[in-house]
């Protein structure tokens, strides 16, 4: 018998939707939206949630949910930049995951919890829309693109915590920095502010403080002497890049 070829079906590629240009949705008070996951859904979808996503504004240091306590609300950012950390017992911090306008703060409720194990607080301060969970959870139930667009973003954020923690177990402090720097360049561009801690006599600000101090493609704000934070900029993207 002759062999045959054995031809196996074409598989459908799932496409990723375009997202429509920043401003030309917005808010029902006329906010221009600039998040990624907001201007990607069809216009069925973005009409469920319109009525419902409050804009706010999310300053330095604003705690947007606790680890382990009920999410009350689901961030859509515009601008600036939330971290994602896990507090050990001894009061320490690790960041494991960045978010900023591509994604979602509040990722537990796409797959049907209310809860997470993180603390999200904001690092670099902007704005954004915010919905009640509820109402995000009832709207995933008859918004399909929204769901696959969530489950993407989920899966790519388990990633992202992978990376960084495989990072800061493997990694000189420039290396985890340049990963920092490279990921928070694409979003901000060359200019990126950094703030830490306050750097007073034992804080981690201050050990961040000497630490950035080695690396040449950055620069300690004129600023961070009188306001008493570290304040850093990037000079060269391509050095995070590179």
Not at 55 to 63: G, S, T
Not at 94 to 115: I, S, W, Y
Not at 169 to 174: G, V
Not at 218 to 237: A, I, T
Request: proline fraction near 4%.
């Amino acid at each position: 018998m002759a062999e045959q070829d054995i031809r196996l079906p074409k598989t459908r590629k799932l496409e990723k939707p375009s997202p429509l240009r920043a401003g030309m949705r917005t808010d029902i008070t006329g906010k221009p939206i600039k998040n990624v996951i907001l201007l990607s859904l069809p216009d069925r979808e973005f009409n469920l949630l319109r009525p419902y996503l409050e804009y706010v504004d999310l300053p330095h240091h604003r705690i947007l949910h606790e680890a382990g306590d009920r999410i009350e609300f689901a961030h859509f950012l515009n601008q600036g930049l939330a971290s994602l950390v896990v507090i050990t017992s001894d009061g320490r911090s690790v960041e494991v995951a960045l978010v900023g306008k591509e994604g979602m703060v509040g990722t537990p409720l796409a797959v049907g919890l209310d809860r997470g194990p993180y603390r999200a607080i904001m690092q670099i301060s902007g704005d954004g829309l915010r919905v009640k969970s509820d109402v995000l959870t009832e709207t995933l139930v008859s918004a399909s693109e929204l769901r696959v667009i969530l489950s993407r973003y989920v899966l790519m954020q388990g990633l992202q915590v992978a990376q960084i923690a495989a990072c800061n177990r493997l990694h000189e402090i420039e290396q985890r920095l340049f990963r920092s720097a490279a990921g928070n360049s694409r979003i901000f561009g060359t200019n990126v502010r950094y703030g830490t801690s306050q750097c007073q006599p034992g804080s981690r600000g201050l050990a961040a403080r000497r630490d950035y101090r080695k690396c040449s493609w950055l620069r300690e704000d004129s600023e961070s002497e009188r306001s008493g934070r570290c304040s850093l900029r990037v000079l060269s993207r391509a050095a995070t890049l590179s």
